[in-house]
Each structure stands twice: as C-alpha cells, then as structure tokens.
C-alpha cells in the first residue's frame, strides 16, 4: 500500500516536473487546497498573536486544507458529483466545510479562526463549480468582457468617408480605436489620426485572413463599414462585390466570434427597401433594385443567423448621407449637388419626385458610437434605420435646399430630367431609433451643406470629378488587382458558392 502511494506521488512529481498539463480532477483538487491555504493563511494572520501564545494550533489550522480536499473527495465531489448541477456540488462542498470545521474543533482548533476559515473558503469553492458548470460559450464570454471591455474598437473601413467620422468621434471620447482599411482611397483621410497613441492602422483587406485575425485581437467590439459602396461601383464586377460585400462581412463576423469580440455592428443601407409608396420600417418588405442592395441584405441576414449567446450583431440601414469628410465623396447625390451649384452654377437633377431619407455624416458616427456604447439588451439582433424623419425628401426638395445655401456664393440653376437608370424611391421612417436610443440628427440640409459649400469656397477639394473622389474609378483599379492569381493568393480560400451568404 505505501509502496503504491510512493510511487504514484513520484509519477505526480515527475509529470510536474515535465511540466505536463493537470488532469480536470488534479486542477480542482489543486484548486480547493489552494483555496484551504489562502482561508488558512488569513485565519492565522487575524490570529497570530493567540498563535504565539500556542503553537500546537499552527497545525490544526494547516490540517484544515487537507481535512477539506479529504472530505470533499469522500463526498463525490471529486467523482460522481463532479459532472452535477452547482446546486448539489455546492451543498457537497458547504457539508465537507463544515465538515473540516467541526473535526478541527474537536481535536482542539481555536473557534473564531475556524469559523474565518469556513467564511473564507466556502464562497470562492462553490463560485468556482458554477463557473466550470456553465457552457464553454459562457466562459468565454466572460473571459472576452474581462479581458476584452478596454480593448479598441475595430473599424473595419476606418479610412472611408463615413469611417473616419466614426474614427474621429471614438478617439474623441477616449476610446482606442483600430483600424483595418485596404486604403482603395489612400492614406490621407487617416494622417491627422496616425500619430495618436490611442490609434491604430492596419493596412489589408478584410478577407486577409492574418490581417484580419491581428486586427481582432483584442478588440472590443467591431464596426463593419468596409464594402464596396453605391450602385454604379458593385455593378463593375459582380464577382468582385461579392467578395467585399459577403465574404468579407462573412470572414469578419467569424473571426470576431472566435476571438471573442461580443458585439458586431454592421453598416447596411436603406437602399434595401428599393421602391416603395408608403413610408418604410424595419420590419417592412425589402425591394432590392440592385446588386449593392442585394449584397446589404444578403449580408444582414448571414449575420443575424450566425449571433450565438457570447457574439451578437447590430444592423444599422443609413440613409443617404451627405457633408464633409477627411475622404471626401461626391458621388452622394447631396454633396454632388453643392459641388455642382459651387462648380458650375448648375444643379442637374434627375428623377426629381423620387424621395430618399438623408443624414449628415457626423450624425451617423453619432449613432454607430451610440449603439457601441448601448445595453445590449436594447440592440442585440436589432435592425435600426439611421436617419430622421426631417430629412426625408424629395430629390428635387434637397436640390432647393442645396440652391438656396449656395446663392450666397454665387448664381444657382438647377435643370431637371428623368431618371429612368435609378428607380429607388423610398421614404423611410426612423421611429425605432429615436424611440429606442433616442437619436436624431443635429446636422439638417442646410447646416451640412453650409459647411461643405464653405469647403468648396475655400478650396479645400480639387475638382469634383477628380478620380481621387470617384467610386467607380477607384473599384475598377481594385478590380484588376483582385483578379490577378498573385493578389488572390493571399486573399480567402475558394468558399462554397452554394453558400446562403452568397445569395444564391
Ligand atoms: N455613404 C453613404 O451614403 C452610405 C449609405 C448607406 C450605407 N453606407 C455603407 O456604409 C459603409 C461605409 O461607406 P462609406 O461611404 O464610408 O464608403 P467608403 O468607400 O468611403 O469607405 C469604405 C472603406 O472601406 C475600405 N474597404 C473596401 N473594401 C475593403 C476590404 N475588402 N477590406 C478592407 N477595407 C476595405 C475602403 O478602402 C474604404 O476606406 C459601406 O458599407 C456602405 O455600404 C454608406
């Protein structure tokens, strides 16, 4: 019998020499007379002055460990009651404290340092079984707010327009920021943020699966804005709008789930409700009339079928948006119109009657920075237009609005024909995210355009039609790129194209 006791602590030595992992039962039994130890070691220091007076009670307090291992293991909780609900492990473990307590007593312990001891190491005993009885999911979310809840904010497209608005507002409240951007519009928008601590550039795409994984590591949660945008710009090459606007947004959503980031805010566009003649919400019927729309509806879908208990995501569908950016854009019909007033004096509208909902840029960073700092509880699996209800109008109401703002500068025209190339015609209601996180916008049409007409004045952009500014121009450069084997390479690995993600 001693000869087996012998040599099985010799294997346990030498396995914690060899540095090898411990089994389940070995870490808890390590756990509990580590527990035992430190209750100990606090019962001896509240009482070291009795302690001195008797050393002989040194040793019933030290007994206390191993009495407590020793009856938890003739209870079961080592063996049968180690797979058992919390509940019952928890009286298991309460019985052998007492247990311990009552011997030690008995053969003489001093009684209030025995009652310290119980106090001490009942609670994180039990704590730890219902942590080890919760699924493997639940540890990690755990473990991803502990570790995770100062960790940046990824901005996967922090370089484009709307994305160095929501760059600028996170580092201006303080929050460390990251960012993934292939740069398709270069580095400048990013320059005055490069030299902030608080933030970081990570030049590659979103389907760089290393890139991707670095970028994720960390990280708070994740806003989703990179994509291609617009209609005329996913229309080059449907192959390559896939690729940004599905498989990217799928990449992203599963490297953040199994890094651990809990909240996914991703970017859609109120282009989804396509044509409709009554005010649309979230709940209404989507009438997609292209494949940019297509490609948003196909990616919110994807991601509110992937949420699991530890990983959710935000939907956000932006209205038009429209003001100055660090990247500027002009092929958004309110920032094309002041360009055009200030330019040429001619504003060209076509499909005057159509409606559309605008939001200034700012106000959108707003609202993404609003729903990043929200109870999830009140935006987990949610789908929230952005917008306001006051700036819902006609193509024709915002080219008036654009004219009046820019008679100051100069004389405005504004000529108006059909648009028989774009169809959408949607009024929208923001009803859900005023009621629910009380947004609305604090920039209007005027406002906005004010500054952006100033801007022009000024000088501060070349020429509108600059192919620094151009969607198109920039994709069909990034198109060439994509379709060359060697660019390809180190992009994703061929996926399934049955894939639901994929719209098919
Ligand atoms: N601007 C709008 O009116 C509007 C309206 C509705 C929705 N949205 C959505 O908002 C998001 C941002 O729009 P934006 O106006 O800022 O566009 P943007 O083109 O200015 O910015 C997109 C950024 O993403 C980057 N990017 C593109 N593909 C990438 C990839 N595969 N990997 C890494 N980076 C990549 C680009 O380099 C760019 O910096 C888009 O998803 C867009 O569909 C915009």
Known sequence: MLQRVVVGLRVKLSQLMERQPLGPIQARVLYDVSVGLVGVTVAAAYGRHFLAESPRWVWMIVAMPLLFVGFNGALGVYSRLRTSRPKFKSVAILGSVVLAATTDLLIGGPLPHVVLWGILVFPPAALARLLLWLPYSRHKHLVSIAVNRHGPVLVIGGAGYIGSHVVAQLLQSGQPVRILDRLMYGRGPMQEFLSDRDCELIEGDATEIAKLTQAMNGAAAVVHLAGLVGDPACAIDAEFTRHANIIATRMAAEVAHSSGVERFVFASSCSVYGVSDKEVCETDELHPVSLYAQTKIDSERGLLASQQDDFFVTILRFATVFGHSRRPRFDLVGNLFTAQAMTDGLITVTGPDQWRP????????????????????TIRGQIFNVGDKRLNMTIKQLAENVQSVCRRYRDVRISVSDNPKDRRNYAVSFRKIESELGFHAMTLIPEGVAEMANALHNGKYLHYRDH?????????????RFHDPEELAHLYAPMNPTSAWLGQ
């Open 358 to 377: 605008f939001v200034h840029v700012r106000d959108l960073a707003r609202a993404i920075c609003k729903v990043l700092f929200s109870d999830p509880a």
């Open 468 to 480: 620094v500014y151009s969607n198109v121009a920039m994709t069909t450069k990034a198109v060439s």
